[in-house]
């Protein structure tokens, strides 16, 4: 079990794009004009050009800033021969909510393990609403010595067990964990990657509804095994395994569907893993045709309970009018962890009117949740999980300043991973770059190692963000940020005094 | 129970190359010729058979591209990169975007549900319709699992008088006329486009395609033509008040719209005389009042109210109403005034996407009009050129009739699967119960007042971040 004095966090390990050409905001474009003086090697803080055999070259364009360097090496260049100018690939990319910004700066964490310097908005989206529009309201800084500098770093832990029953007392040293993500969505390798970053980091990952491969048994005491509603690969064995054992009701994306697998990516392994029929769709059902009422699902829990009777339960479920009344109902069935979906949440394959339309983003359904269990007098014995959404250690802060204990990440370890969300997760054999893919051949363009180095980077840099964060707001442990709305302004609603 | 409504669709392919998003600009100078080209391992094989499609000049590469990056991030010279097209940012409007039309496009020649992976990319919200959530049930109430059919998921509504008890006379029988009622299979009516390229041919397409769909199609009375004689009794002819030949009519019509409300003394005379005991529409305008007037014409005794929107889901009156604030508003004040039950009311205006027609009836209708996605199914980009009398880019005037009614049908088809999701994710199991079911929806400003309303306030000292 991890205690806040024996837990280390890992180190990080810089781990460049698998790419030979990484995806920047900028090109420097560099005319026959250069005398290889070396000027802009000297000036430049980011590493972008290169001195080799007589020649300066721009070597790493991606890591420019732009306009917003300190010291441009194009006002530098003694012969004029350097010019910056937007990368037009970087106008390809992104959306509202994952703009190429947040995408860029998400690749940066998880190359550096850091956030990035300048030229990248990695604290918002565009998405213009919700998260986007959201902003934390902190002491102003006084000069250079910002308040808490040098102070202790804040304590991040959570208990994931606030019951207080005979079940495990687990506590993660951050505020966070995987979602589950199953396999046949993703490959071996992108499951391995994501549990090895969570085991690093002394936290959880879950296996999604696509059974538990036998790759993750070493990694046992860090995996939550999910139980949906097609049951696929659910044993009594795998339920035995673990230490938290979620039921998904429903999912953000697809809020009143089941999972839905294609068949091209339904491959022997796949297939084997969920006794099912090699090439055909996989449809889950929806819901859970053995629970119609919160009796129904107390049934479930004890269902576990009496498998593994020290297992915390979790009940992932999604955001509907009644969310609260899910909420308090999962309370009373005997549950240890309430997870709330929101309606933006990641998916391998949902239709995108379901996408788009049913039911609510997780900023509105969190708090409502997060005061009826306080009205309810139970507040502090649920642990509230967040997710559907959230992109960046800023939307963290936001949703636990507005009543989360803690969240849950799917979509951003994918970005580590070098996810561009062309949105194909679905089609033919899957990812192209290797990522929510079952075949063999795309799958192997990630190397475990690369893919656990990544994810753990991303998470450092939140982490070391979340921290600045704090010791900004003067607090010493995250907990202290639960439900602290004053902490937070909405611009739409903003007055000034 | 009735038998199951089901919409067969295959795929229409277009005539034209849609137009796409994004392109590839590969550049040949400083190749390096590499034993392996990093075009070759291109996984959709986009390079493989590469082809100019020289009438509209249009690379094959563009439309196959599904923006992997990969090439891009590979290629040693850099020589391969990606850009928006900005021909596709042109098409449509503000409000017909790019991105529904290309998504109408891919369901009218599909006829599928629109798939994808990765979370909603997409705005928090938006104006009109994209400013409510549909409620969906978990745990505490059951869903309907209507989607692949494994559960029964009726769609039918009903139009015409509904009055809340029958009155005898002395004889016994009904003192007043008690008014057909038309049962239709699903929610949705055609109704054709108030411009395009729009010949009788692909008029008679659409009724072609009403037919088969078991709906019903509107059709302006110049519009009207001898070829859809044989699909009367699918046809709702529009007339107005210059009404006076019975050549507006081909054959008996089950349904008849009055276009103008200022009509209906003249036209409603019209109508009973040529097409006697038919369910009468009565079209009203959205604008200021619109509550009032619906209910004036509800007391009179007219029983089918259509509440007639801008081209862009507004208030003709009034862009920045929307046709949602319009039909609720309407709905309310009807049942208010204890009408709601003997009226049905039809919206139209701007129903541009599946979800529309589900939150449109939420707001309170009991059926939609759809009118420009038919067009946009014929491949129409929105470009207006027909307006000013230019030639349609598309040549949507050359399309066969049958080509009109397969791609139509395609649409719809999608269209009444998203229904079912909606409706089985809310784990409603009738059309006629969703309507006015706003309890069962999340509204923008009620949420965001809720939640965020207080989140305004900034002390001096503090700053944002």
């Not at chain 1, 991606?62 to 690939?89: F, T």
């Not at chain 1, 998880?110 to 908005?121: N, T």
């Not at chain 1, 970053?197 to 990952?205: D, E, S, Y």
């Not at chain 1, 889950?284 to 479930?300: A, G, L, Q």
Request: proline residues 5%; hydrophobic residues 40%; glycine residues 10%.
């Amino acid at each position: 079990m991890s205690s806040r004095s024996d837990f280390k966090y890992p180190k990080v390990v810089e781990t460049p794009s698998r790419f030979r050409n990484a995806i920047g905001k900028y090109r420097l474009h560099r005319t026959d004009d250069c005398i290889a003086c070396g000027k802009c090697v000297e000036v430049c803080p980011y590493g972008v050009h290169v001195a080799k055999r007589g020649m300066v070259l721009v070597k790493h364009p991606y890591r420019c800033v732009g306009p917003e360097c300190p010291d441009p090496c194009y006002k530098n260049c003694p012969q004029n021969a350097l010019s910056l100018r937007r990368n037009q690939d970087f106008d390809a990319l992104g959306d509202f909510r994952w703009t190429a910004d947040l995408l860029a700066s998400t690749w940066h964490m998880a190359e550096y393990g850091h956030v990035p310097d300048a030229g990248l908005e990695y604290k918002t989206g565009n998405s213009g609403g919700g998260f986007d529009k959201l902003r934390l309201v902190l002491p102003r800084a006084e000069g250079n010595s910002a308040a808490g500098n040098g102070a202790e770093i804040p304590d991040m832990g959570l208990n994931l067990n606030r019951r207080g029953d005979e079940s495990y007392r687990i506590r993660i040293p951050v505020p966070f964990y995987g979602g589950g993500m199953s396999y046949g969505s993703v490959s071996i390798h992108t499951m391995l990657s994501r549990v090895r970053a969570a085991a690093a980091l002394g936290t959880f990952c879950c296996t999604g509804e696509g059974g538990y491969p036998d790759e993750l048994q070493p990694y046992d005491d860090h995996i939550i095994t999910q139980v949906a509603t097609g049951l696929f690969g659910v044993r009594e064995e795998t339920i035995q395994r673990v230490r938290i054992v979620e039921f998904k009701y429903a999912q953000g994306a697809k809020p009143g569907l089941g999972g839905h697998l294609l068949g091209d990516k339904v491959t022997a392994s796949v297939a084997r893993m969920r006794e099912a029929v090699v090439g055909y769709p996989l449809f889950s059902p929806f819901p859970f045709h053995s629970v119609y009422s919160v009796e129904d699902h107390k049934k479930h829990v004890d269902w576990v309970k009496a498998m593994n009777p020290k297992a915390l339960v979790s009940v992932k479920v999604s955001t509907p009018t009644d969310v609260d009344m899910v909420a308090v109902g999962s309370y009373y069935a005997g549950a240890h962890i309430i997870h709330l979906d929101g309606s933006y949440g990641g998916t391998g394959a949902a239709p995108e009117i379901a996408k788009k339309n049913i039911a609510m983003p997780i900023e509105y359904a969190l708090p409502k949740v997060h005061r009826f269990l306080e009205e309810e007098g139970v507040r502090d014995k649920m642990t509230v999980i967040a997710s559907g959404g959230i992109r960046t250690p800023h939307d963290i802060a936001k949703i636990i300043a507005l009543g989360a204990d803690g969240i849950c990440i799917g979509t951003a370890d994918l970005v580590a991973l070098e996810c561009v969300r062309c949105l194909n997760c679905e089609s033919g054999r899957g990812c192209a770059r290797g990522i929510a893919t079952t075949d063999p051949e795309l799958m192997n363009l990630i190397s475990q190692d690369w893919g656990t180095q990544r994810i753990i980077n991303m998470y450092l840099a939140w982490l070391e963000e979340l921290g600045r964060i704090l010791k900004r707001l003067r607090m010493k442990s995250i907990r202290e940020l639960v439900g602290r709305t004053d902490c937070l302004v909405h611009l739409d609603h903003l007055k000034k005094i | 129970m009735p038998k199951k409504y089901v919409i067969h669709t295959r795929i229409v392919p277009h005539r034209f190359e849609p137009v796409t998003p994004s392109g590839i600009i590969a550049w040949e100078e400083g190749c390096l010729k590499c034993a392996v080209c990093v075009k070759t391992l291109c996984i959709y094989g986009v390079y493989d058979h590469r082809g100019l499609n020289a009438t509209q000049m249009i690379d094959s590469i563009d439309n196959e591209c599904m923006n992997c990056f990969r090439c891009v991030q590979s290629c040693p010279k850099e020589l391969i990169h990606k850009s928006m097209n900005p021909e596709f940012k042109a098409i449509g409007d503000s409000y017909w975007a790019p991105n529904i039309i290309a998504r109408l496009w891919y369901q009218a020649e599909t006829g599928k549900i629109p798939v994808s992976g990765a979370g909603y990319p997409g705005p928090f919200s938006g104006p009109g319709f994209d400013s409510m959530w549909t409620d969906m049930s978990e745990i505490v109430r059951p869903t309907r699992d209507g989607i692949h059919g494994r559960e029964y998921i009726s769609t039918a509504v009903d139009i015409g008088k509904k009055p809340a008890f029958l009155t005898f006379d002395a004889d016994g029988k009904p003192a007043e006329d008690v008014n057909a009622i038309i049962d239709i299979p699903l929610p949705i009516m055609l109704r054709i486009p108030s411009f395009g390229s729009i010949t009788h041919g692909i008029v008679k397409g659409w009724a072609m395609a009403a037919e088969r769909l078991g709906t019903l199609v509107a059709v302006p009375e110049e519009q009207m033509s001898a070829d859809l004689a044989a699909f009367a009794g699918n046809i709702i002819p529009v007339v107005g008040e210059s009404s006076s030949g019975a050549e507006v009519l081909r054959g008996y019509h089950p349904m008849v719209e009055i276009g103008a409300p200022e009509a209906v003394n003249v036209s409603g005379k019209f109508v009973e005389k040529q097409n006697p005991g038919a369910v009468t529409v009565v079209a009203i305008p959205l604008a200021e009042g619109i509550e009032q007037r619906v209910l004036g014409l509800a007391e009179a005794g007219f029983s089918v109210l259509h509440i007639q929107g801008s081209r862009k889901g507004s208030f003709v009156d009034d862009q920045s109403r929307s046709l949602k604030e319009g039909i609720r508003a309407v709905h309310v004040k009807l049942v208010e005034s204890n009408m709601r039950d003997r009226v049905t009311l039809l919206a139209s205006g701007g129903l541009a996407m599946a979800e529309h027609v589900a939150k449109a009836i939420i707001c309170g209708a009991d059926a939609v009009y759809v009118d420009f996605p038919l067009l946009i199914a014929l491949e129409c980009r929105m470009c207006r050129r027909c307006v000013k009398g230019l030639s349609c880019p598309v040549s949507i005037e050359e399309a066969s009739p049958e080509w009109v009614a397969l791609r139509s049908i395609n649409l719809i088809g999608a269209w009444h699967n998203q229904l079912l999701e909606v409706m089985g994710a809310m784990g409603i199991r009738d059309a006629r119960r969703l309507r006015g079911e706003a309890g069962r929806a999340m509204f923008f400003e009620d949420l965001d007042q809720a939640t965020f309303g207080s989140l305004g306030e900034l002390k001096e000292g503090f700053e944002l971040e």
